[in-house]
């Protein structure tokens, strides 16, 4: 958690999930929550940890 009114603490974690956001859940509609679990868990252990190309 971040110090309350700092918002640079989280910034990396908020840069993630815009990702998230912006690369797969905004393109797509889920008609249960595990399903949604899932295919989020599929992108992050599979794609982005693994696959995707990081900046740093």
């Excluded at 918002?7 to 859940?25: I, P």
Aim: proline content about 0%.
């Amino acid at each position: 958690m971040s110090r309350k009114g700092n918002c640079w603490d989280n910034a990396c974690v908020e840069s993630f999930f815009g990702t998230l956001k912006r690369e797969l859940v905004n393109h797509r509609h889920y008609t249960t929550r595990d399903e949604a679990k899932q295919d989020i868990f599929q992108y992050i252990e599979v794609f982005y940890n693994r696959t995707r190309r990081h900046s740093t």
